[in-house]
C-alpha cells in the first residue's frame, strides 16, 4: 500500500491585515437620517423593519444588496449620506463577512455603524472586525436562526433586540 502525502496551505479565513486601528464613530446624540443596509437575506427586511419603526419619526433610506457580496461603491456612498447606518443579517459566514466588511468602509467614511448579525455568527464578526482593527464595532445579537421561519417569529426575534438597540443609542 502507498500513501501519499500532499500538503495544502490552508488559508485563514479573518486574514492578516495591517494592525492599524480604526476608531468607531461617536453616535450622534440626535439623528433625523438613518441609513438601512438590507442584505437581502430571508427575514432581514422584517427586522430592519422592527428596527425602524422603534425608532420613530426619522428618514430612512433603504439599500438592498445581494447577500454575500460586498455593497457596491455607489451605495456605500448613497448610504453615507444618512447620519447613521445599520446594516443586516449576518448569520452565515459570506454574510457575515461582508457585513463586517461594509461597517468597515462606513465607520472609515466618518458614518457610524450597528451591524445586526444571528448570536451563532457575532463571535467571527467580532474576531474578523479586530483583525481589520476596530475591536469595538457595534453588534446586536439576534437569535439564530432567521431563515425558515415565519413573519411572526422572525419579528418576535427582532423585538427581543429593540431594547439593545435603544440603549446603544441611548434612546429611553
Known amino acids: 500500500m502507498r500513501v501519499e502525502f500532499?500538503?495544502?496551505e490552508v488559508?485563514?479565513?479573518?486574514?492578516?491585515?495591517?494592525?492599524?486601528?480604526?476608531?468607531?464613530?461617536?453616535?450622534?446624540?440626535?439623528?433625523?437620517?438613518?441609513?438601512?443596509?438590507?442584505?437581502?437575506?430571508?427575514?432581514?427586511?422584517?427586522?430592519?423593519?422592527v428596527l425602524a419603526e422603534t425608532l420613530g419619526n426619522r428618514e430612512f433610506l433603504y439599500i438592498k444588496k445581494p447577500a454575500g457580496t460586498p455593497t457596491s461603491e455607489q451605495k456605500i456612498i448613497k448610504a453615507s449620506s444618512s447620519e447613521l447606518a445599520i446594516l443586516a443579517l449576518g448569520d452565515c459566514g459570506?454574510?457575515?463577512?461582508?457585513?463586517?466588511l461594509d461597517a468597515i468602509r462606513l465607520e472609515k467614511m466618518g458614518?457610524?455603524?450597528?451591524?445586526?448579525f444571528s448570536d451563532h455568527?457575532?463571535?467571527?464578526?467580532?474576531?474578523?472586525?479586530?483583525?481589520?482593527?476596530i475591536s469595538d464595532l457595534r453588534i446586536l445579537e439576534v437569535e439564530h436562526p432567521i431563515a425558515g421561519l415565519?413573519?411572526?417569529e422572525i419579528e418576535e426575534k427582532a423585538l427581543k433586540i429593540v431594547p439593545n438597540l435603544l440603549y446603544i443609542l441611548q434612546i429611553p
Request: hydrophobic residues 40%.
Open 94 to 100: 459570506s454574510c457575515a463577512s461582508w457585513l463586517v
Open 6 to 8: 500532499i500538503e495544502k
Open 121 to 133: 455568527f457575532a463571535s467571527f464578526a467580532r474576531q474578523l472586525a479586530e483583525s481589520h482593527g
Open 111 to 116: 458614518i457610524p455603524t450597528i451591524s445586526i
Open 150 to 152: 415565519n413573519n411572526d
Open 11 to 49: 488559508l485563514n479565513p479573518l486574514g492578516e491585515v495591517e494592525n492599524k486601528k480604526i476608531e468607531l464613530n461617536p453616535l450622534p446624540y440626535d439623528f433625523d437620517q438613518v441609513s438601512l443596509i438590507d442584505n437581502t437575506k430571508p427575514g432581514t427586511e422584517i427586522i430592519l423593519k
